[in-house]
């Protein structure tokens, strides 16, 4: 573990974690990577005492990587802003599935059951219905609010493939920093609408932490990539991560395996027992 004396260099766009003085970069974390057999990067700030831990520096603030389902965070911030979606109770899609009906012995009925937007957002496999919530935005507002935001490479063309297939790339630096303005609602959206989305992240926590976050893969020509990013709260104190990682194996359920290595990083930390 080394301290960097100097400020760390930030990256001039909305979403930059911020600048920071005390600063510590600890190669210790590398371990967990090694452990699951992956590469990445791993970052937290404690807002209360403005120290930063970093992992495998040069990968969170130099390089960017495909969004994905991260983006979920910012289209579902505009959607509510603009009124295209209500509420994170707003029913995206009926899913029907079969179940024995117990009055007519051997036959089936179709039982329905509704996904709202919180529903897919906790999900993994969200696209499906993201691609019809931006669709429903419509490109031209998402393009001015993703250029007004700064998000990214803004690299959104005629359609929302950009963010599924890798072309709508973000630094993990800014996906910190997006989280933390969204935790403080900092952003340029209305308080309600950011208080929605903070409400549909997961969300684990008993009597010493709360845990929210939102995780995703990616798939890339070579390689599957995640995101686990979100806070750790104890003692109404939060401290704001970003992981990301990537993995060769495309059978590999990368989510799960970033959500698994959040959860050993942060008690390696002190973290999960109240007292922080």
């Given at each position: 573990?080394?301290?960097?004396?100097?400020?760390?260099?930030?990256?001039?766009?909305?979403?930059?974690?911020?600048?920071?003085?005390?600063?510590?970069?600890?190669?210790?974390?590398?371990?967990?990577?090694?452990?699951?057999?992956?590469?990445?990067?791993?970052?937290?700030y404690d807002n209360g005492q403005g120290d930063f831990t970093v992992y495998n520096l040069p990968r969170y603030r130099d390089s960017a990587y495909a969004a994905g389902s991260t983006f979920d965070i910012v289209a579902s911030l505009i959607a509510f802003q603009s009124g295209v979606i209500k509420d994170d109770k707003a029913v995206m899609l009926r899913e029907g599935h079969y179940v024995?009906?117990?009055?007519?012995?051997?036959?089936?009925l179709t039982q329905y059951t509704?996904?709202?937007?919180?529903?897919?957002?906790?999900?993994?496999g969200s696209e499906?219905?993201?691609?019809?919530?931006?669709d429903s935005i419509g490109m031209d507002s998402l393009r001015k609010w993703v250029d007004s935001l700064r998000y990214g490479n803004r690299a959104l063309d005629k359609d929302t493939?950009?963010?599924?297939?890798?072309?709508?790339?973000?630094?993990a630096d800014e996906q910190l920093g997006l989280i933390k303005k969204l935790y403080f609602n900092q952003l340029p959206f209305f308080q309600r609408t950011q208080e929605l989305v903070r409400g549909m992240m997961n969300k684990e926590e008993d009597s010493n932490y709360k845990l929210i976050?939102?995780?995703?893969?990616?798939?890339?020509?070579?390689?599957?990539?995640?995101?686990?990013l979100g806070w750790v709260e104890e003692n109404k104190h939060p401290y704001f991560f970003v992981l990301n990682l990537?993995?060769?194996?495309?059978?590999?359920?990368?989510?799960?395996?970033?959500?698994?290595?959040v959860k050993h990083i942060l008690p390696s930390m002190g973290f999960f027992e109240g007292k922080k």
């Open positions: 573990m080394r301290k960097l004396l100097a400020a760390l260099p930030v990256i001039a766009i909305f979403f930059s974690a911020c600048s920071i003085n005390n600063v510590t970069v600890d190669d210790s974390l590398g371990r967990f990577f090694d452990s699951a057999g992956v590469k990445g990067c791993f970052a937290l024995a009906d117990s009055s007519h012995p051997g036959q089936q509704d996904v709202t937007i919180a529903d897919a957002f906790r999900s993994n499906l219905i993201f691609r019809k919530v931006e493939d950009a963010v599924y297939d890798g072309s709508l790339r973000i630094p976050y939102k995780a995703t893969s990616v798939a890339n020509q070579d390689d599957v990539l995640c995101w686990v990537d993995v060769r194996d495309p059978n590999t359920d990368v989510a799960k395996v970033g959500i698994q290595l």
